[in-house]
Structure formats: C-alpha cells, structure tokens
C-alpha cells in the first residue's frame, strides 16, 4: 500500500485514492481475525533432550515482495512414542524495491534473506541443531548458488 501511495507521488496531505483505501478497510478488518492466531514462544517446551532437531527455511518472491520462514522439526528418539513437531522460529519479508527489478533476482534475493536469517538463529540459539535445510523453488537461484565463485566479483 505504501509502495502504491509513492509510485503515485500521493502527498500525506493528500486524500487517500479509493482503490488503497478499500484494500487498507479491507485488512484492517481482518485485524480481529489475527488476534485469535497464537504462536507459542517457548521452543524448548517442545524438546527432549535426546530429540533431533532439524532447522528448516524456506524462501520465496513475488512481483511484490519476498520473504522467508524458518522452523524447527523436533523428531523424537526412536523407541519414544512421541510425534514429530514442527515449531516457528522466525520470518522475515521485504518490499520489493519501487525500481523493476527481474524475478529471478527477486528470489536471490530471498534466498540471501534465508541466510542470514538462518545464521543468526544458529548463533543465536542455544541448542544443538543436527542438521539444517534451506529450500527455495527458483531452479534458477539453486544454479546461480552453485555457480563456482569469479575473481572480482
């Protein structure tokens, strides 16, 4: 929405046009809605401490923005009757700049979010991870991330 009010040089002075106000109506009335959504906090409800814990992230774009998600898998030990759990851990979205910019450099560009938003969670948790998974759709970003490195660049 704000991405819309600058491309059409709206002054905060300005009314709002219609089309912007209706999708803001829109989400604001959906707000109640979000506040039944809950998203427990404590990560370390959920594990026993012979569990493996795998840390999956996953990226994405669009022709409007790009984000990324990352969760925790808690799988128990084998002889456990304990189910898999899956846990949010973090998320992260970004506008895409108001300048064209190509999808394929888009979905880089989610996939670079992935990675430091990946770091800093191993960093910052305290808790051994036995494997980390960042997955992305874009054949085209899994090629260039492959690419071997060139002087230079």
Same mark, same amino acid.
């Given at each position: 929405?704000?991405?819309?009010?600058?491309?059409?040089?709206?002054?905060?002075?300005?009314?709002?046009? %219609? $089309?912007?106000? +209706?999708?803001? #109506?829109?989400?604001?009335?959906?707000?109640?809605? =979000?506040? !039944?959504?809950?998203?427990?906090?404590?990560?370390?409800?959920?594990?026993?401490?012979?569990?493996?814990?795998?840390?999956?992230?996953?990226?994405d774009?669009?022709?409007?923005?790009?984000?990324?998600?990352?969760?925790?898998?808690?799988?128990?030990r084998?002889?456990?009757a304990?189910?898999?759990?899956?846990?949010?851990?973090?998320? %992260? $979205?970004?506008? +895409?700049?108001? #300048?064209?910019?190509?999808?394929?450099?888009?979905? =880089?560009? !989610?996939?670079?979010?992935?990675?430091?938003?990946?770091?800093?969670?191993?960093?910052?948790?305290?808790?051994?991870?036995?494997?980390?998974?960042?997955?992305?759709?874009?054949?085209?970003?899994?090629?260039?991330?492959?690419?071997?490195?060139?002087?230079?660049?």
């Amino acid at each position: 929405m704000l991405q819309s009010l600058w491309r059409d040089n709206v002054s905060r002075d300005d009314p709002i046009p %219609k $089309t912007i106000l +209706n999708i803001w #109506e829109e989400f604001a009335s959906q707000s109640e809605v =979000l506040k !039944s959504i809950e998203i427990p906090r404590f990560l370390k409800g959920h594990m026993k401490v012979d569990s493996r814990i795998e840390m999956h992230g996953y990226c994405d774009g669009s022709g409007k923005a790009y984000s990324t998600v990352v969760d925790l898998r808690v799988i128990p030990r084998e002889n456990d009757a304990g189910k898999v759990v899956v846990v949010f851990v973090a998320a %992260k $979205t970004r506008v +895409n700049p108001i #300048e064209p910019v190509t999808l394929p450099r888009i979905e =880089l560009c !989610s996939a670079l979010l992935l990675a430091r938003l990946s770091a800093s969670i191993l960093e910052t948790l305290q808790i051994q991870i036995n494997g980390a998974y960042l997955w992305s759709d874009s054949q085209i970003v899994l090629s260039w991330i492959h690419l071997p490195l060139k002087k230079g660049n």
